[in-house]
């Protein structure tokens, strides 16, 4: 069982920044991890995701403005998320180990 607790969520402008993070309680070095979004009456979708090697992939639309990277000493993933749009607004989650997080809720608005 791992705990995930994703956090960094908050309201920002369109344009504006935000860093999400999502902190293990167990080690993170073996496995892949996973950002997922959600609106409410919609399916969860798959926005970023960094491999074991490091890897990355993106949901196009987000391509060229976040960014996912992984501190495996800290077991923690962060999303980088620039040039935010009002589109971008979600619950956001993260998933490894098989488990979910609770959600960090991001907000664009002006």
């Known amino acids: 069982q791992v705990h995930l607790v994703e956090s960094g969520g908050g309201l920002v402008q369109p344009e504006g920044s935000l860093r999400l993070s999502c902190a293990a309680s167990?080690?993170?070095?073996?496995?892949?991890v996973l950002w997922y979004r959600q609106v409410p009456g919609k399916k969860r979708e798959l926005v970023a995701m960094i491999t074991t090697g490091g890897s990355t992939n993106y949901l196009d639309s987000v391509k060229g403005r976040f960014t996912v990277s992984r501190d495996n000493a800290k077991n923690t993933v962060y999303l980088q998320m620039y040039s935010l749009k009002p589109e971008d607004t979600a619950m956001y989650y993260c998933y490894t180990w098989g488990q979910w997080g609770q959600g960090t809720q991001v907000t664009v608005s002006s």
């Open positions: 167990r080690s993170i070095f073996s496995v892949d």
